[in-house]
């Protein structure tokens, strides 16, 4: 169930949150003037509060005193007043072993873990801070936030394309007529092929990259293409011994430009 435990300053480098940064750098400030107690996490009208659990360490056993709304109505129930060995999940058993190794050394672990949902398992980053109080630890405070998966597959999916993608913010003048566009991400793909890097100056514009995209005609289309609402458009031309074909997406305020050869397939398969 857990995947990629962090402990001490690897917490700061492996960290997805920035708020997961931010706890564990108060916790290190704090733990080494030794004036570090709960409410130095609780404060009232934190951000973070709403996600935040607390647990009372009674002898071998932990005990829920806080859970902050966000993260009730994320698991879907009020864990308030029981001890975790009442809850008889995966989850519960697995977390309960990493809750005994923080008591035990009285140091910050951040971990990666799925829960349970009614389809598929949600995905968390979760740091777990010890309280001491009278040289023991006597209570841990958790803090966990949802991972966003859809970022890091979307990002993969991105950089590892063998087509081409740019994706660029339109200029407009002031007839409202799309006339170029600023790159704003570009794969390695295209970056390769248009040689980004002989450009000097950022942002990047489109036109800059050469005649597919140096021609008023295109920029009139996609104008058109927005305006009565169609998402995508078809360029053909050439680049050079190799023609290519060049989709255009429209994506809210952004253009998705998605360029391959014509002998390749339009669509990925997965066989």
Known sequence: MLNRVSYGDDILKDAKSSTVKALFIRWKTLAQLKNLTLSD?????????????VLLILGDDYSF???????????????GGKFISEIDT??????????DQVRETGMPVRLIFASESATFAIGWERLIIP????????????????????????????DSSPHMLIVALPISNYENEIV???????????????RTERFSERPIALRGLGPWFDQD???????????????EHVLDGDGGERGYRCIVVKLDYLLLFRIFPLDAPERFNVD
């Not at 005193?65 to 864990?79: F, H, K, L, M, S």
């Not at 995966?90 to 809750?99: L, N, Q, S």
């Open 41 to 53: 996490f609780l404060e009232a009208g934190s951000k973070h509060l709403e996600r935040c659990v």
């Open 65 to 79: 005193v806080y859970q902050g709304a966000e993260y009730r109505e994320a698991i879907g129930a009020d864990i």
């Open 90 to 99: 995966r989850v519960a058993r697995d977390m309960r072993k990493v809750y």
């Open 131 to 158: 309280i001491v109080i009278g040289g023991e630890v006597r209570m841990l405070l958790t803090y966990s936030e949802p991972l966003n998966t859809a970022n890091d597959v979307h990002r993969y999916l991105f």
């Open 180 to 194: 170029d566009a600023d790159i704003i991400s570009i794969n390695p793909a295209a970056v390769h092929f248009f």
């Open 217 to 231: 005609a295109i920029w009139r289309i996609l104008t058109g293409a927005t305006e009565t609402g169609h998402r």
